[in-house]
């Protein structure tokens, strides 16, 4: 049976899980379904420590940190083979998304298992922008002072670098114009907005091939309709 797999990256406050919001939000009738590594992150660690993991920022990247050594980055692939064989026989075509991949170790490991039903999107944006959208953000865990303290986390500090990856770069950068999707951008890369993303992601010849490009996200995002 078809299905779709998308990998998304980029650093916090990017605008990842904003992405698979309004992906679902557009597409009610699809079946989509998110594997926030987050979440498995503390079941995980509860599994592991028997007991809660502290709802804190560095807490989390610490034990993602712990997960990565111990099993070469293989359980966020672990996690997502069981999803997706929860799902695989009783759905037609259904999309799963990682929210999120944080190295090149987690993203080797699933296109090893799903082949060309793998997608990775990374989100990336000026750290100014991205600065500005941590102080404003919305957290069920205790959130460190500022952007920069994240980021000195070394695997946070090198997410930048799945961009190289991606078979598709979203562009997020409040000065951007939007473009349209046959615009072709210096180096060949084909610009995408929102709404061509998702359209691409539903449609089978997305399935079926390998493309890069760029988005400008922050201004597209009100055109996320069909």
């Known amino acids: 049976m078809a299905f779709q797999i998308v990998l998304l990256s980029g650093t916090v406050a990017s605008g990842k899980t904003t992405l698979w919001q309004q992906l679902k939000a557009s597409f009610p009738n699809e079946h989509i379904h998110v594997l926030k590594t987050k979440e498995l992150i503390r079941e995980l660690a509860l599994g592991k420590m028997d007991r809660k993991l502290p709802a804190e920022r560095r807490a989390l990247q610490n034990f993602g940190d712990l997960l990565d050594k111990e099993t070469a980055g293989r359980w966020v692939q672990d996690a997502l083979v069981s999803l997706v064989n929860q799902h695989i026989n009783t759905e037609p075509s259904p999309i799963f998304i990682v929210d999120a991949v944080r190295i090149l170790a987690q993203i080797k490991a699933i296109r090893e298992a799903y082949g ?111």
Do not use: Q
Not at 205 to 225: A, D, E
């Open 116 to 226: 060309f039903s793998v997608k990775h999107i990374h989100l990336k944006a000026p750290e100014r922008e991205l600065e500005e959208r941590y102080k404003r953000r919305m957290s069920d865990m205790e959130e460190l002072k500022t952007f920069k303290e994240v980021s000195k986390n070394p695997t946070e500090a090198a997410v930048h670098e799945l961009e190289k990856s991606a078979d598709i770069v979203v562009g997020l950068d409040a000065e951007s114009t939007l473009r349209h999707a046959t615009e072709v951008a210096p180096g060949g890369a084909v610009i995408y907005n929102a709404r061509n993303i998702a359209m691409l992601l539903i449609s089978t010849r997305f399935r079926i091939c390998r493309r890069v490009g760029t988005v400008n996200w922050w201004r597209s995002m009100r055109l996320w309709t069909v």
